[in-house]
């Protein structure tokens, strides 16, 4: 079988979990490259016979992001996780490397949000805005270096782009995010700019599983870009005191 440009986390007979690569659209019209495209070239590879492939979509990663995901295999798994993500009993943590000294240590973020028509783009907007939609997060630092910072993020809320713009709000844009105002570059150059990555990363997901009365957390590993940028998987645990 050809090297579709994913790592598969874990498979059972209701759901396929896998590390998505930045750069890559979760879903996408016919004829366009996608995640939900190449899984389903791989299972008909699997199975020539099979008419049709069925693949669950639950929840997305936008295109400049990397991390865990997951797909349903049939139609009841589907349904069984969205209820999950809908009574939000699926716990979503996310790695962000942003520019600036994020303080304190800990904290939550709570904003009220707009998605500005006709784009793909969401703003902060006053509370008493009736087109606003709150969002809240919850973040902790990691680790610190020099004028950057990586801090992991918990969501409370699911709006749209909500961690990338709750961190540029606060001056604390994502590198490579310049739809938010980053002005550093992360990962290689790339002339289009949907080709280009962002430093978040869907670090874990955590649901249930079918048939399972216990929570089961799956963990995607940061890509080696990360490592370019001077974070390394076991230097991220506890935060550091910024560089003197």
Not at 80 to 105: C, H, M, N
Not at 191 to 217: K, N, Q, V
């Amino acid at each position: 079988m050809a090297d579709l440009g994913f790592d598969i986390l874990f498979e059972d007979a209701d759901y396929l979990v896998v590390a998505k690569p930045g750069g890559l659209l979760t879903q996408s019209p016919l004829g366009i490259d996608s995640l939900e495209y190449r899984i389903k070239r791989m299972f008909k590879e699997r199975d020539p016979t099979a008419q049709q492939v069925y693949l669950g979509v639950p929840h997305r990663i936008d295109r400049p992001v990397s991390g865990v995901i997951v797909f349903a295999k049939h139609a009841k798994s589907a349904r069984k996780i969205s209820q999950q993500f809908e009574r939000r009993l699926v716990d979503k943590t996310y790695w962000a490397f942003v520019e600036g000294t994020v303080l304190p240590d800990e904290g939550t973020w709570t904003d009220h949000l707009q998605k500005v028509p006709g784009e793909a783009r969401s703003i902060v907007v006053p509370a008493d805005d009736p087109a606003g939609q709150v969002a809240i997060l919850h973040y902790r630092v990691l680790q610190r270096l020099a004028t950057r910072t990586l801090v992991e993020i918990s969501l409370e809320t699911g709006r749209t782009h909500q961690i990338r713009v709750q961190c540029a709000s606060r001056g604390f844009p994502i590198l490579g995010d310049d739809l938010y105002g980053s002005r550093e570059p992360f990962g290689p150059p790339h002339p289009d700019e949907r080709e280009r990555l962002i430093a978040l990363h869907a670090r874990s997901l955590t649901f249930r599983l079918a048939g399972s009365r216990e929570d089961r957390t799956f963990i995607a590993l940061l890509p080696a870009v990360w490592r370019d940028q001077g974070i390394d998987e076991p230097t991220c645990g506890s935060a550091e005191k910024p560089d003197q």
